[in-house]
């Protein structure tokens, strides 16, 4: 079975401080993983996927596969950054494309 | 290119009647997933079509079906509605069968 869990349901940094949003796996396979966002108003898009190892918005995540995580970093946290975030995982064989989601992360940057 | 697209936005029904929603994908997808959201259970997986077929199916019960036509756009459609079916539906489109996925504003179903 696939399982994803974010621990924090809410996140609280000020602006210009490092933050963390943690993410842990449950999958036998070798799944990929997702962080999508939703900002507020605004509908679920794509931040990053493990696979192409690419930096948006400063936000960075290493698949951890030995602790089975992929927790989301930026080094310094802008106020457009508050937002939901998800992490999803897609497992392999039949269940390519099939996203499981964790219950999201509520990240709140203050000024 | 347009995003995905959902009609319609809100929806309200009485228990036990049935409703279908649907969904345009951005153009030149031709996959299309759903989902359900809710505050208590979070964003879950109902099902994915490719090419006018289910691909994949998530654990609900029966009542909930779907289609996909050969122009990719896609319906849902849940019968004998219940209380617990109150959420927000999301349809995604992907270029093909995977999980990088486009998302549409989704439709909000209040079932009283």
């Known amino acids: 079975a696939q399982r994803v869990t974010q621990p924090e349901k809410l996140l609280s940094v000020f602006k210009g401080a490092p933050v963390e949003l943690k993410c842990n796996y449950s999958?036998?396979?070798?799944?990929?993983l997702f962080w999508y966002v939703q900002y507020s108003r605004q509908r679920l898009q794509l931040l990053l996927r493990h696979i192409s190892r690419e930096s948006i918005k400063g936000f960075t995540a290493d698949l951890n596969k030995g602790e089975t995580s992929f927790h989301l970093k930026k080094p310094f946290a802008q106020e457009e950054d508050s937002a939901m975030y998800y992490c999803a995982l897609s497992g392999s064989g039949t269940s390519y494309g099939k996203l499981t989601f964790g219950q999201g992360t509520i990240l709140t940057v203050h000024p | 290119k347009a995003g995905v697209t959902q009609t319609p936005r809100y929806l309200i029904k009485t228990r036990g009647q049935q409703v279908t929603l649907s969904c345009s994908p951005i153009s030149g997808h031709r996959s299309v997933s759903w989902y359900q959201q809710t505050p208590g259970q979070g964003l879950q997986f109902l099902f994915e079509?490719?090419?006018?077929?289910?691909?994949n199916k998530g654990n609900f019960p029966g009542r909930f079906s779907g289609r996909q036509f050969s122009n990719s756009r896609s319906e849902m459609n849940v019968s004998t509605l219940e209380l617990g079916d109150s959420a927000l539906y999301l349809c995604?489109?992907?270029?093909?069968?995977?999980?990088?996925?486009?998302f549409g504003p989704g439709t909000r179903l209040t079932v009283t």
């Open positions: 999958y036998s396979g070798s799944p990929e």
């Open positions: 079509y490719f090419s006018e077929t289910q691909r």
């Open positions: 995604a489109s992907s270029l093909a069968l995977g999980p990088e996925q486009y």
